[in-house]
């Protein structure tokens, strides 16, 4: 079994500490592979209360997550859990060079797990209600209040061509899709709304009323209050800077291309999981890809010829 000689040189590097992070750290720590697992800074569901949709986990809050898998890795000599901010990366596979507020790393290889910035709405109302009574996934929320007055925030038209608002049907009859703000429904779409008894408000959003951190109606351009309890919508994502700096491949949606098997991205040795790679975000989605890249990355340092 391999043990640590140089307190500053990994195998792997693992940056970010959520359930993609978490995940890879087990897989790689179970192969005895000398892990640093760096977390620091503001958490991907930082607005939300429990953590959904997770076989066994279903409703822990995700401090309580973190802390039963950090108390789990502790178990694993070879793995370290290090509050550390990653700030830049450099050199190449089996030669990487990582940067932190307390020191500079060297690893073989790296797994990216930083998730993605939710960028907030110029809504008023919009940042209060974001993770209390503003969703993005039915899956993770929808149960909770399944049978409300619920709306669906058309950002543009991708969320109506993949039929987004008849899936929030089977959690309420009471939907309504509004127009964000500068979006017009053309005739097809609103057609399509018609044709699945789903009802529609063509007049734009220009503000959300919330009370503490509940919505209670949303605000149209015509002066119109509609009374709602629960709203859907999916505000543009960014990369952290770090990622960002990289300069990695991204898919059509702007997010991070990962090999489906491998989870390797366009610069060898460098990995990625979890939401930075995909708009079908969820907890147990990025565990299991932090599982797969985890394993993926001890596969290549257990074939590579030094």
């Known amino acids: 079994m391999s043990s640590f000689i140089d307190p500053y040189t ?3 590097a693992i940056v970010g500490g959520g359930p993609a992070g978490l995940a890879a750290a087990l897989a790689l720590g179970r192969a005895c592979r000398r892990v640093a697992l760096f977390d620091a800074g503001p958490q991907r569901n930082a607005a ?3 953590l959904r949709n997770f076989v066994t986990r279903d409703g822990t809050p995700p401090s309580a997550f973190r802390q039963i898998a950090q108390e789990q890795l502790a178990r694993y000599a070879t793995v370290q859990l290090r509050a550390d901010h990653v700030t830049s990366i450099s050199g190449e596979r089996d ?12 690893t073989r290889r790296i797994v990216l797990c930083t998730g993605m910035v939710d960028e907030m709405l110029d809504l008023p109302g919009f940042r209060d209600a974001w993770g209390h009574s503003i969703f993005q996934c039915p899956y993770c929320h929808g149960w909770e209040v399944r049978d ?9 038209l991708d969320g109506l061509a993949n039929g987004f608002p008849a899936m929030l049907k089977g959690w309420t009859e009471d939907l309504i899709v509004f127009a964000g703000p500068g979006v017009e429904l053309p005739e097809d779409a609103v057609q399509g709304l018609v044709q699945r008894g789903i009802a529609f408000e063509s007049s734009s959003v220009v503000g959300l009323v919330v009370e503490g951190q509940a919505l209670t109606h949303v605000e149209l351009s015509n002066g119109e209050r509609i009374p709602c309890d629960v709203l859907f919508a999916h505000p543009p994502q960014r990369h952290v800077d770090l990622v960002q700096a990289l300069e990695l491949e991204l898919d059509p949606q702007g997010y991070v291309q990962a090999d489906p098997m491998t989870r390797q991205t366009s610069v060898p040795g460098i990995y990625a999981a979890g939401d930075l790679t995909t708009r079908a975000q969820g907890a147990i989605f990025a565990a299991a890809a932090g599982t797969q890249a985890g394993a993926m990355c001890n596969h290549d340092l257990c074939i590579t010829v030094m």
């Not at 409300?148 to 543009?156: C, F, K, P, S």
């Open 148 to 156: 409300r007055r619920w709306g669906y925030l058309a950002l543009n």
């Open 95 to 106: 030669a990487f060079r990582l940067t932190t507020a307390s020191g500079c790393f060297q």
């Open 10 to 12: 990994f195998d792997v």
């Open 48 to 50: 939300a209360s429990h």
